[in-house]
């Protein structure tokens, strides 16, 4: 009878080439993070906004069947048109929601858009999704653990902390990452470590997420 093989580590990828994004498509990676630079225009809005003070919690289901339309973004941000960068900032968005959409043939996406002023999920956990982008157009991006790292039987409790001498990876302000989670089909127990960095008295992050629906 032939030995059973362990599957390799699962892998993280990262380049400033756009083109990275598809290496979360290999069964051996789970994290891949376009290190691109935002334009000025667009984190000028960003740190505008957050300067409001204002909370923001949005959420919008997308419909992509006709795949030649513009992504639409119902209402996202109308409270901020006044604002300058406001159009080069939601043409930023429907770029990523475009971009991702055509990697996974997706027909319907959810978009969540939020600024926050704490970790929202601070402890060290997995997604029950497929595949999660996740980008912050202001403050730290979110923290991840190499395989390894941590144990994975208390992910999610008060127990899952980082090994002693584990790095935490950070992905950077304005970076794309794909987060492939638990329900990617052949990914179960291989889903990226990840949770929200703390934030110093005062800071604030906006975030934006991207989930497949259908």
Not at 4 to 20: I, R
Not at 23 to 48: I, M, S, Y
Not at 125 to 139: E, F, K, M, Q
Request: hydrophobic fraction near 45%; include cysteine.
């Amino acid at each position: 009878m032939l030995a059973l093989q362990t599957p390799p580590a699962p892998q993280q990828m990262s380049s400033e080439s756009v083109d990275v994004l598809t290496e979360v498509l290999r069964d051996d990676v789970n994290l891949a993070v376009w290190q691109r630079t935002l334009p000025d225009h667009v984190t000028g809005f960003a740190a505008a906004l957050l300067a409001q003070g204002e909370p923001l919690a949005q959420s919008l289901s997308i419909d992509l069947t006709d795949a030649e339309a513009e992504p639409a973004l119902p209402g996202l941000l109308a409270g901020y048109s006044d604002m300058p960068g406001q159009a080069a900032f939601l043409a930023d968005v429907a770029w990523l929601v475009r971009a991702y959409a055509c990697l996974l043939d997706a027909r319907s996406i959810g978009l969540r858009l939020r600024v926050l002023d704490g970790a929202m999920c601070p402890r060290f956990h997995v997604d029950r999704v497929p595949l999660r982008l996740i980008t912050s157009y202001a403050g730290p991006g979110s923290q991840w653990l190499r395989e390894g790292a941590v144990a994975r039987q208390p992910l999610g409790g008060a127990q899952a902390l980082a090994g002693e001498g584990a790095a935490v990876e950070q992905i950077a302000c304005g970076h794309v990452a794909l987060l492939k989670g638990e329900r990617w089909i052949g990914n179960e127990g291989r889903g990226l470590v990840h949770r929200s960095p703390a934030l110093p008295a005062g800071e604030r992050r906006l975030l934006l997420t991207l989930d497949w629906l259908a």
